[in-house]
């Protein structure tokens, strides 16, 4: 299957900090790519929708201007957790997909700790 | 009522157990199906993709979508204490570049 590669898997930073997590699809071009956010024993909510060379767009409740999407290419979609505080902690999880395919593929996820 | 339904369990059984996980939607629109395997601080895996009625094996799973009642199973065979996670069923519409509508996940332990 296709490879999603996602870094750092695990980040602990201090408040006031700001963290990047980055997402390639190492072997598909992904026109887009998603981003959540999964808290203990809960499914996976959509923060964003990221499509190679637009603005993303961000889900209600989602603050844009503290969690940062960019998407230069087609292989490369990065989240910014600017100025991170300790409620920011949580699981981030990026996916892909594919121009010509339904099927999505998920990187191995993020532990962001915030001190 | 949420587009996709599924039981959040836990479930338990024991090794070499026949398990069954299912889901309901309401979406006569979506039009292709899938299964996520994930293990706790992993991103999900995928297990199952079909998009037409009918079964569909690989190995011990079977997927099975039913269009008619809107209903789709994933059958595990032979369970390994290793196939305990959560699992994910997914559903979406061709050509549409919106993400997957995901059921919550259904907490499986297989015990030895």
């Known amino acids: 299957g296709a490879v999603v590669s996602q870094h750092p898997s695990r980040v602990i930073c201090k408040s006031g900090t700001s963290v990047k997590i980055e997402c390639r699809s190492l072997d598909f071009q992904a026109t887009t790519m998603f981003w959540y956010r999964q808290f203990p024993k809960q499914s996976l909510m959509l923060m964003a929708t990221?499509?190679?060379?637009?603005?993303?767009?961000?889900e209600q409740g989602v603050e844009k201007d503290k969690f940062l999407i960019n998407h230069a290419s087609l292989t490369l979609s990065t989240l910014t957790v600017t100025s991170a505080h300790p409620e920011d902690s949580s699981f981030y999880i990026c996916?892909?997909?594919?121009?010509?395919?339904?099927?999505?593929?998920f990187g191995s996820g993020t532990q962001l700790s915030v001190l | 009522q949420k587009e996709v339904e599924q039981d959040p369990g836990p479930l338990s059984v024991p090794e070499g157990a026949i398990v069954s996980l299912n889901c309901t939607y309401s979406n006569s629109a979506f039009q292709y199906f899938m299964w996520y395997r994930q293990y706790s601080r992993k991103g999900p895996e995928l297990l199952m993709y079909t998009y037409s009625s009918g079964n569909k094996e690989d190995g011990r799973f079977t997927a099975q979508v039913d269009k008619s009642s809107k209903y789709i199973s994933l059958f595990i065979r032979d369970s390994q204490p290793s196939d305990s996670a959560t699992y994910l069923c997914a559903m979406g519409l061709r050509g549409s570049a919106r993400q997957l509508t995901f059921g919550s996940g259904t907490q499986l332990t297989v015990l030895p």
């Open positions: 990221s499509n190679e060379g637009s603005k993303a767009t961000y």
């Open positions: 996916s892909a997909r594919g121009q010509d395919s339904g099927k999505l593929f």
